[in-house]
């Protein structure tokens, strides 16, 4: 059994940075491709960044790009969210999911997701 566990969120004025975690486990961490998505109130999930299981290819939304890094340590089963520049519309809960297949930017392609970790920013 897979699980997907993030942490790391919680309430920043705009211009502050956080850094969300997330740790899988429960299956090798090898071969992994991590994504992050995030769902505001009211929206659908939207995706906002991606990388490969080597960290060679990253992805991001239009959104976050210039604003947010992704990372992983694979010594750790763990991956990274660093967020700058927030914005009161980067307000909403965020998720971590996991497949075994190539990194995609769709919420379908990932079988594996966290709980989700609130993320508020204040203007």
């Known amino acids: 059994q897979v699980r997907v566990v993030e942490s790391g969120g919680g309430l920043v004025q705009a211009g502050g940075s956080l850094r969300l975690s997330c740790v899988a486990s429960g299956r090798s961490f090898i071969g992994s491709s991590m994504g992050w998505f995030r769902q505001a109130p009211g929206k659908e999930r939207e995706f906002v960044a991606a990388i490969s299981w080597t960290g060679g290819s990253t992805y991001y939304a239009d959104s976050v790009k210039g604003r947010s890094t992704i990372s992983r340590d694979n010594d750790k089963n763990t991956v990274y969210l660093q967020m700058n520049i927030l914005k009161p519309e980067d307000t909403a809960v965020y998720y971590c999911?996991?497949?075994?297949?190539?990194?995609?930017?769709?919420?379908?392609?990932?079988?594996?997701w966290g709980q989700g970790t609130q993320v508020a920013v204040s203007s």
């Open positions: 999911a996991a497949t075994w297949r190539p990194a995609t930017t769709t919420p379908g392609g990932y079988s594996y």
